[in-house]
């Protein structure tokens, strides 16, 4: 499976953006990057994933490097409840028939500073 | 429209005891999925269940073993408790099987003390 590499902490100031790095140098090319938070003693909370094109939604970017070795998600106006965990997850997809493995790396403890 | 529902939310077991997690998927959802998260640690995948079959597996004894219903709803169970097995246990839902069926959702999870 492959491994993803994140700091074990970020500080960012309320209102800036907050830029989460990760590195998948392992990934392969079935493999998906998901990203998820997870705040203190709550169950983790999805944000977004993408395969090999940028993605965007309501709550962050994903920027994925064009050799699919790292990406880097976005918070772009980040708020005191965005203080979490944040982990990015490679996802293999072993069939079509629901088979799947979720490894979660070491996350990031995101900090938003007032 | 309920997420993913676990019971208990707590629990309190003594070591070589049995314990058993449940599990009500989001409603739609028919894959579940367990993870043990130890304090400090990310979660750790433990199984996945479709179609009441276990597709695959992670690096857990056979201690750890489970089981999904009909209704796609999942239980966890624990034999012969450690106190290492001591963790949050997360259940997961999604719907549909096949590349990039979107997000997973996680439960608030039950955590479990062995003493």
């Known amino acids: 499976d492959a491994k993803t590499t994140q700091p074990p902490s970020m500080d960012c100031a309320e209102g800036r953006a907050a830029n989460l790095p990760c590195n998948h140098s392992t990934i392969s090319g079935n493999e998906y990057v998901y990203w998820y938070r997870q705040i203190h003693s709550q169950g983790p909370q999805y944000i977004i994933h993408g395969l090999k094109n940028n993605e965007t939604n309501e709550m962050a970017s994903l920027i994925i490097t064009e050799d699919r070795k790292s990406s880097t998600l976005i918070l772009p106006h980040a708020t005191l409840r965005d203080t979490a965990v944040y982990y990015c997850?490679?996802?293999?997809?072993?069939?079509?028939?629901?088979?799947?493995?979720?490894?979660f790396g070491t996350g990031t403890r995101l900090t938003i500073i007032p | 429209d309920a997420g993913v529902t676990q019971s208990p939310t707590h629990l309190i077991k003594t070591r070589g005891q049995q314990v058993t997690l449940r599990c009500s998927p989001k409603s739609g959802h028919d894959t579940v999925s367990w993870y043990q998260q130890a304090l400090g640690q990310g979660p750790q995948f433990i199984f996945q269940?479709?179609?009441?079959?276990?597709?695959q597996r992670g690096n857990f004894p056979d201690r750890f073993s489970g089981h999904q219903y009909p209704n796609y709803s999942s239980e966890l169970n624990v034999n012969a408790l450690l106190l290492g097995d001591s963790a949050l246990y997360l259940c997961?839902?999604?719907?549909?099987?096949?590349?990039?069926?979107?997000?997973?959702?996680f439960g608030e999870g039950s955590r479990l003390t062995v003493l």
């Open positions: 997850i490679v996802r293999r997809l072993i069939s079509n028939f629901g088979n799947e493995k979720l490894t």
């Open positions: 997961a839902s999604r719907r549909g099987t096949g590349a990039d069926t979107g997000e997973l959702f």
């Open positions: 269940y479709y179609e009441e079959e276990e597709r």
